[in-house]
């Protein structure tokens, strides 16, 4: 298996401009988490789904945040527009939520640079 | 409110040496406690995860307790490599299938 499936590795974008991170959880996992990690408030939870719905959005930071999961293999967090307070890395996790949370499983994450 | 508390922030220690990090929790109903350990530029990995029931569980030289009555736990690391160099997560679950709450982390430092 393949792991959870972030890209890109990297994003430089300037201010203003859309950006779109994108995942792919682990085959057969039903629970897809977004992070988002800075070194001053550590890891924090953006979004999660459970089979494909949105079960708590409280952590996207405001109305530029928004997250999709069309499907049970792709996930996508859009930011637009912009800011330099965006910047950070973005983590992307699924599990067997059934199987209380066993598996849960991170993505290598986006580094993403807003200038 | 559910809070997961780990010290010390960082640490530094020489190569072959032991060390202890701690995670303090107020996190209620408690389902499961987890350390992860992230390298630089990688997300997170999962070393151990302990149920209510469990006191103790070992992965090579990482050894993890629990006290679900003070609710603390420890990550006891043996005989350090350079390669344990990294974060240090302690992370919690508050009941099955809901997301996790994280600690900020312990960054360990092993030198030669």
């Known amino acids: 298996d393949a792991g959870v499936i972030q890209s890109p590795r990297h994003e430089v974008t300037e201010m203003g401009q859309e950006v779109t991170l994108r995942c792919k959880p682990i085959s057969g996992h039903n629970s897809l988490f977004w992070y988002r990690q800075t070194m001053m408030r550590g890891l924090e939870l953006l979004i999660y789904?459970?089979?494909?719905?949105?079960?708590?959005d409280s952590g996207m930071p405001e109305d530029r945040f928004s997250a999709k999961m069309p499907n049970a293999s792709f996930s996508t967090l859009k930011i637009q527009p912009s800011e330099p307070r965006d910047s950070a890395v973005y983590f992307c996790?699924?599990?067997?939520?059934?199987?209380?949370?066993?598996?849960?499983?991170f993505g290598s994450g986006t580094r993403l640079t807003v200038v | 409110k559910n809070q997961v508390e780990q010290s010390p922030q960082s640490l530094i220690i020489l190569e072959g040496k032991n060390c202890t990090l701690q995670?303090?929790?107020?996190?209620?109903?408690?389902?499961?406690l987890r350390w992860y350990k992230q390298d630089t530029g990688r997300g997170p990995v999962s070393l151990t995860i302990m149920t209510f029931s469990e006191n103790t569980k070992s992965n090579g030289r990482y050894t993890a307790t629990l006290d679900a009555d003070t609710k603390q736990s420890s990550l006891h690391i043996t005989a350090s490599q350079l390669s344990d160099s990294a974060s240090y997560i302690c992370v919690v679950s508050s009941q099955a299938g809901t997301a996790l709450i994280f600690g900020k982390g312990t960054t360990l430092s092993v030198s030669s």
């Open positions: 995670c303090n929790y107020t996190v209620s109903p408690f389902s499961n």
């Open positions: 789904f459970n089979n494909n719905v949105p079960i708590d």
């Open positions: 996790a699924s599990s067997l939520r059934d199987t209380d949370n066993y598996g849960y499983t």
